[in-house]
């Protein structure tokens, strides 16, 4: 079983920064597939970024790309999410999530096991 919890949401102004934590129960963590889901108010959750177990490759939305670093810290059992240049459409619930699949097939709700619950972040104009 893979605990997840994450922090650092908050109230930020657009084109302002904030960074998501997700803290991991170690047991797997260290060779599962992370990754951030998001959703939005009224809307579907969505895949945001994925990293691989090792950390050294990542996949982004479209969106985020440029804007939006994800990365992990295996000795911590952490991954974060350094987001910069925010955006009001940004403004969602983000999850952490874990998956056994290969980084590069996390793309769908469907495709993840275990997920946190959700930390929010809310963008002003």
């Known amino acids: 079983q893979v605990q997840l919890v994450e922090s650092g949401g908050g109230l930020v102004q657009a084109g302002g920064s904030l960074r998501l934590s997700c803290a991991a129960s170690?047991?797997?963590?260290?060779?599962?597939?992370t990754a951030w889901f998001r959703q939005a108010p009224g809307k579907e959750r969505e895949f945001v970024a994925a990293?691989?177990?090792?950390?050294?490759?990542?996949r982004y939305e479209d969106s985020v790309k440029g804007r939006f670093t994800i990365s992990r810290d295996n000795a911590k059992n952490t991954m974060y999410l350094q987001m910069n240049s925010l955006k009001p459409e940004d403004t969602a619930v983000y999850y952490c999530?874990?998956?056994?699949?290969?980084?590069?097939?996390?793309?769908?709700?469907?495709?993840?096991?275990?997920w946190g619950k959700g930390t929010l972040v809310t963008v002003s104009s």
């Open positions: 999530a874990a998956s056994g699949k290969i980084y590069f097939r996390i793309s769908t709700p469907g495709d993840i096991g275990y």
């Open positions: 170690p047991r797997t963590f260290s060779t599962a597939t």
């Open positions: 990293i691989r177990w090792s950390g050294d490759i990542t």
